[in-house]
């Protein structure tokens, strides 16, 4: 149980045009997602967390007009980066948390390798 | 504000001896600590939880400790085998609805 998946699993884009990423959580109702964002050889940053049906809470650097995310089922946020650029190049791993049984910990997806050229 | 600090950065060791990773926290007053596993380009394997109330939790080879009042906790890894070369990475939680801070992680490396 407590599966997240991401997709695509990498993306190459041009400079300029968005590009839309999706997690899901498999088998369990996500109240809450999480987006982390991890540069090569650091470790992982969260950039914003998400309730379902409620606007994303950023962290603070994070552009939320550039980093557009929906939560809008108990089962799939999606991470839009909009007007990429090759800085936004990166490793995006998203996390699932639920009720019950579910909620003492976040859920991993296996990330989303972007590169903006 | 929290942060989190595993040592060393980088280990290698031949393979099949026992080996412990470090990490420590500034900020005692944490929810739990969670260890993962990070295989290159790949995303996160979750290895360990230990909430705040406990001090140790096992699986198979590994055990990692949490000393809340120190602000530490260590991975040990016994017996360790070539397929355990990976990057572990130690991530502590302030409360259920806080954020998880993570360290930058221990890449280690065994020996065949």
């Known amino acids: 149980g407590a599966v997240v998946s991401q997709h695509p699993s990498w993306v190459i884009c041009k400079s300029g045009t968005s590009v839309k990423i999706e997690c899901r959580s498999l088998?369990?109702?996500?109240?809450?997602m999480f987006w982390y964002r991890q540069f090569p050889k650091q470790s992982l940053m969260l950039m914003a967390t998400?309730?379902?049906?409620?606007?994303?809470?950023?962290e603070q650097g994070v552009e939320k007009d550039k980093f557009l995310i929906n939560h809008a089922s108990l089962t799939l946020s999606t991470l839009t980066v909009t007007s990429a650029h090759p800085e936004d190049s990166s490793f995006y791993i998203c996390?699932?948390?639920?009720?019950?049984?579910?909620?003492?910990?976040?859920?991993f997806g296996p990330g989303t390798r972007l590169t903006v050229t | 504000k929290q942060e989190v600090t595993q040592i060393p950065a980088a280990l290698s060791v031949p393979e099949g001896e026992n080996l412990v990773l470090n990490c420590s926290f500034t900020?005692?007053?944490?929810?739990?600590l969670q260890w993962f596993r990070q295989d290159p380009g790949k995303g996160l394997t979750s290895l360990l939880l230990?909430?705040?109330?406990?001090r140790e939790q096992t699986s198979g080879r590994l055990n990692a400790s949490l000393d809340k009042s120190s602000g530490r906790s260590t991975l040990y890894i016994a017996a360790s085998q070539p397929g355990d070369s990976a990057t572990y990475l130690c991530?502590?939680?302030?409360?259920?609805?806080?954020?998880?801070?993570f360290g930058k992680g221990t890449r280690l490396h065994i020996l065949p």
């Open positions: 900020d005692s007053a944490i929810y739990n």
């Open positions: 996390s699932a948390r639920g009720a019950g049984a579910y909620y003492y910990e976040q859920y």
């Open positions: 088998d369990f109702q996500a109240t809450t």
């Open positions: 998400s309730n379902e049906g409620s606007k994303a809470t950023y």
């Open positions: 991530a502590v939680g302030r409360n259920r609805d806080d954020k998880i801070i």
């Open positions: 230990i909430q705040s109330s406990q």
